[in-house]
């Protein structure tokens, strides 16, 4: 029998079984660990539910928060005027790409992440509309997350119908009055993306009309009509009501008459992370004029890093009084712990301004009189001095 030389061409080196054993070991490695995110009903809900499951605290917590109508007591004892309790000179606590749980990639969309938020005080919402452009979705609105730079590839794991997002925030934002706060004005941000069609924004229409109809303003606010003014009526009006803001009119649809605030020429409504930083005195002064008349949002598009790590300085927006400064409620970084300090957010969902940030409402006395001695005085003012009589000759 002939030996096999160490180069015989027949034999496989024991060294390539082994490179081909390690490829194995890792590829399987990589499969098993893949598979929790691929896109299936099974691991949807167990990652909504583990989800859910470490946001718990929010629930728990939830009794011991206070609702507005108790905050505004502790105000007035405070010696806050009620001139000074306009819509305007709060900040309101706001959760960004609403009804995700973040990461971005690989996330998922669920009404438990709606549901979280308004237990862990969130009052206004920015939802990330995206036509849907599945089969037979007919580009109704969805909530989803985008990768950046795109408009259809997905990178959540899945998406929900726009409605179903809704169902559940408003459910859990007014119905459940036991909780506190559940008669506090909610602020809803539809924020457009992609290519919404007109048959996108006629089913966002339909949404809200089947689910909060109730809670609208009234119609003095449709279709933008009162936005120049929102901003100064007392927030205690706003009571159990729902006010919308969009990045479109939607002009010739319907939804333009759900719409109470909109994209206003002149006027910003989204700033930027860093946009407040470095304004000199009178650029600062410009800006926070502005944004006491105008109600304005920061809150990074739900696909990019700022959205998700919660990096960014809140307080630096704050600083110019913007209104909502929208974090990712699920990353308890240093700055959410800011955000859910008792001297921020973590007591109540408002916060009433520093006085310099405040739009003063003026109250003008009443007329005066004017004096003239022939109408009386005392008890007589406003009767004339009764002529002599006439004597006839």
């Given at each position: 029998?002939r030996?096999?030389?160490?180069?015989?061409?027949t034999?496989f080196?024991?060294?390539?079984?082994?490179?081909i054993?390690v490829?194995?070991?890792?590829?399987?490695?990589?499969?098993?660990?893949?598979?929790?995110?691929?896109?299936?009903a099974v691991?949807?809900?167990?990652l909504?539910k583990?989800?859910?499951e470490?946001q718990?605290?929010?629930?728990?917590?939830?009794p011991s928060?206070?609702?507005i109508?108790q905050y505004?007591?502790?105000?007035?004892k405070?010696?806050v005027?009620d001139?000074h309790?306009c819509?305007?000179?709060?900040?309101?606590?706001t959760?960004?790409?609403?009804g995700?749980?973040?990461p971005?990639?690989?996330g998922v969309?669920?009404?438990?992440?709606?549901?979280a938020?308004?237990?862990g005080g969130?009052?206004a919402?920015v939802l990330?509309i995206?036509?849907?452009?599945?089969?037979?979705?007919?580009?109704g609105?969805?909530?989803q997350?985008?990768?950046?730079?795109?408009?259809?590839?997905?990178i959540?794991?899945n998406?929900l119908?726009?409605?179903?997002?809704?169902?559940a925030?408003?459910?859990e934002?007014?119905?459940?009055?036991?909780?506190p706060?559940?008669?506090?004005?909610l602020f809803?941000?539809?924020?457009?993306?992609g290519?919404?069609?007109?048959?996108?924004?006629?089913?966002?229409?339909?949404?809200l009309?089947?689910v909060l109809?109730?809670?609208?303003l009234?119609p003095?606010y449709?279709t933008?009509?009162?936005?120049?003014s929102?901003?100064?009526?007392?927030?205690?009006?706003?009571?159990?009501?729902?006010?919308?803001?969009?990045?479109?009119k939607?002009?010739?649809n319907?939804l333009?008459?759900y719409?109470n605030v909109?994209?206003?020429?002149?006027i910003?409504?989204?700033?930027?992370?860093?946009?407040a930083r470095?304004?000199?005195?009178?650029?600062?002064a410009d800006?926070?004029?502005?944004?006491?008349?105008?109600?304005t949002?920061?809150?990074?598009l739900?696909?990019?890093p700022d959205?998700?790590?919660?990096?960014?300085?809140?307080?630096?927006?704050q600083?110019v009084?913007?209104h909502?400064?929208?974090l990712?409620?699920?990353?308890?970084?240093?700055?959410?712990?800011?955000?859910m300090d008792?001297a921020?957010?973590?007591?109540q969902?408002?916060?009433?301004k520093?006085?310099?940030l405040?739009?003063?409402?003026e109250?003008?006395?009443?007329?005066?009189?004017?004096?003239?001695p022939?109408w009386?005085?005392?008890?007589q003012?406003g009767?004339?001095t009764e002529p002599?009589p006439?004597?006839?000759?």
């Amino acid at each position: 029998m002939r030996e096999s030389s160490p180069d015989d061409p027949t034999k496989f080196p024991i060294w390539g079984l082994l490179i081909i054993l390690v490829v194995i070991v890792g590829l399987m490695i990589w499969y098993f660990k893949r598979l929790g995110l691929f896109e299936n009903a099974v691991n949807i809900r167990k990652l909504a539910k583990s989800s859910t499951e470490a946001q718990a605290d929010y629930d728990a917590k939830n009794p011991s928060r206070v609702g507005i109508r108790q905050y505004l007591a502790e105000l007035k004892k405070q010696g806050v005027p009620d001139t000074h309790l306009c819509l305007t000179n709060f900040y309101v606590s706001t959760v960004n790409a609403a009804g995700v749980f973040f990461p971005a990639e690989d996330g998922v969309v669920s009404p438990m992440a709606a549901r979280a938020a308004v237990m862990g005080g969130a009052r206004a919402f920015v939802l990330d509309i995206w036509p849907d452009l599945s089969p037979d979705a007919k580009f109704g609105p969805s909530v989803q997350i985008v990768e950046s730079g795109s408009l259809w590839r997905r990178i959540s794991m899945n998406s929900l119908p726009f409605v179903s997002i809704l169902k559940a925030l408003v459910q859990e934002a007014f119905e459940m009055e036991a909780r506190p706060g559940s008669s506090d004005p909610l602020f809803l941000y539809l924020r457009f993306r992609g290519k919404p069609r007109a048959a996108t924004y006629t089913a966002t229409a339909n949404a809200l009309r089947a689910v909060l109809e109730q809670y609208r303003l009234d119609p003095s606010y449709n279709t933008c009509r009162g936005q120049d003014s929102i901003f100064s009526i007392p927030i205690t009006s706003l009571l159990k009501k729902v006010v919308i803001i969009s990045n479109t009119k939607a002009q010739g649809n319907i939804l333009s008459d759900y719409i109470n605030v909109g994209p206003k020429d002149g006027i910003k409504m989204e700033w930027g992370i860093t946009e407040a930083r470095g304004l000199g005195t009178e650029a600062k002064a410009d800006a926070i004029r502005k944004i006491q008349q105008n109600l304005t949002f920061v809150a990074p598009l739900s696909e990019t890093p700022d959205a998700e790590n919660n990096a960014w300085d809140f307080a630096l927006s704050q600083s110019v009084g913007i209104h909502f400064c929208a974090l990712n409620f699920w990353n308890r970084n240093d700055k959410w712990k800011a955000y859910m300090d008792p001297a921020m957010f973590g007591k109540q969902s408002f916060l009433i301004k520093p006085t310099p940030l405040r739009y003063v409402i003026e109250v003008l006395p009443n007329p005066k009189y004017p004096e003239n001695p022939g109408w009386g005085t005392g008890t007589q003012a406003g009767k004339p001095t009764e002529p002599p009589p006439i004597k006839l000759p």
